[in-house]
């Protein structure tokens, strides 16, 4: 009974920070395109802040595991400093009540939400470190943010700079710039270390934790190139990463509820092979467009529609191939079942004995599939003898 009232008051309480901060983006929002503000740097963390709110809600109230609570209070967090942004920078800011005491609210509150997320990869999947040997990496995230919070409290690090027509309301000290710049490194740190646990977690966990893990480091190896991607190809990559780092939460919820958790080893090699084959597509493309217009001089539309069709016709031969050599290295099971399944299929082409082909088909469906119950049903008779 007990259990079960705290279950419901996690929930409760998950379900209510869930609510503040939709109900705190969503004034932000108004806030900010009421007075002239447009859609840009004030509005970007909106879907960033509103993924890790909703994923950490559902992970909270669903399991309890302290990474759903980390993540919900970084989203509510960052959906408050996003409100407190957009009054403070609004146009007519010498108009509104208090701008200045916001605007410092939004300065100090902002530290806090990077080392929160930097925990990420030493806390999961399970919510706690690999072992009590790591917990003073958690103690140097916490330190770290309440450090920022402190020197952005009492001096001027970051108040001028995101609100120049105002006057920073708590100026105790000179600006600590250093002191800011220096804790502010101890959160890559944090990330780093807790990539490293990763690493020695995987290597100690079972198939299922694994699996967690997996779906962990391939969101975040996907957000990591299009971010990269992103910032060298456009002047503006706020829109793409707006929807890449969302993927984060999102697998980290996959991966913590369970929800086709088996996949991700499928998801792994289809991505590097059609990675891999659209490098190798694009390579032939422009050498077969140098070749016919650079050694052949064809500077034609037909040369280039030639070496078109030529790489479309590679594609499927390509993949398959290449789909093949990534299985074996990177998802064992499928390409294990697909060579007993082959293997089966040689071996009936000489069966005759209806016994030998259906005990033969028991065993490869068993280590295939690895069903809980199989039965093979004859035409003409019954069912065959459960296995």
């Known amino acids: 009974m007990t259990t ?9 309480l998950a379900g209510t920070l869930l609510g503040l901060t939709v109900m705190l983006l969503t004034a932000g929002l108004v806030i900010g395109l009421t007075g002239g503000e447009a859609w840009g740097a004030l509005f970007g963390f909106i879907p960033v802040s509103l993924a890790f709110a909703l994923v950490g809600a559902l992970v909270a109230a669903q399991t309890g595991n302290n990474l759903g609570w980390l993540f919900l209070a970084a989203g509510t ?48 999947p399970d919510g706690r470190p690999p072992s009590p040997r790591w917990r003073p990496v958690v103690w140097a995230a916490v330190i770290a943010g309440l450090a920022e919070m402190a020197c952005s409290a009492i001096s001027d690090v970051n108040f001028s700079s995101n609100f120049p027509r105002l006057r920073d309301p708590v100026t105790v000290v000179a600006p600590l710039g250093a002191a800011y710049n220096l804790v502010t490194l101890l959160g890559p740190l944090v990330f780093l270390v ?11 966990s079972g198939q299922e934790e694994r699996l967690q893990l997996k779906w962990f480091m391939y969101a975040s190896a996907v957000s ?63 050498g077969l467009v140098i070749l016919a217009t650079q050694v052949f001089r064809a500077r034609t539309p037909v040369a ?6 030529a790489a479309a016709a590679l594609f499927s031969p390509l ?17 294990d079942a697909d060579q007993t399944v082959a293997a089966l299929a040689t071996r009936l082409r000489d069966a005759v004995d209806l016994d030998t082909v259906r005990t033969d088909l028991l065993t490869v469906v068993n280590s295939a599939v690895e069903p809980a119950h199989i039965s093979v049903w004859i035409a003409g008779g019954g069912p065959g003898p459960p296995s």
């Open 4 to 12: 079960l009232a705290a279950r419901r008051r996690a929930r409760s």
């Open 77 to 124: 967090v960052s959906a408050a400093s996003v409100t407190a942004n957009a009054y403070a920078a609004r146009a007519t800011t010498a108009e509104l009540p208090g701008s200045a005491w916001v605007g410092w609210a939004f300065t100090v509150t902002l530290g806090i939400v990077a080392p929160l997320l930097f925990l990420t990869p030493l806390l999961f």
């Open 194 to 204: 807790g990539a490293v646990s990763m690493v020695v977690r995987f290597r100690r």
């Open 224 to 286: 990591a190139v299009g971010i990269f991607a992103a910032s060298e190809l456009t002047s503006n990559p706020l829109p793409e990463v707006e929807i890449i780092v969302p993927l984060i939460p999102a697998a980290v919820g996959i991966a913590i509820l369970k929800y086709r958790l088996y996949e991700i080893d499928r998801l792994i090699s289809r991505t590097l092979s059609y990675v891999v084959v659209t490098g190798l597509l694009i390579g032939v493309y422009a």
């Open 304 to 309: 280039v529609a030639a070496s078109t069709l």
């Open 319 to 335: 993949r398959r191939r290449v789909q093949r050599v990534v299985d074996r290295r990177f998802n064992r099971v499928r390409y």
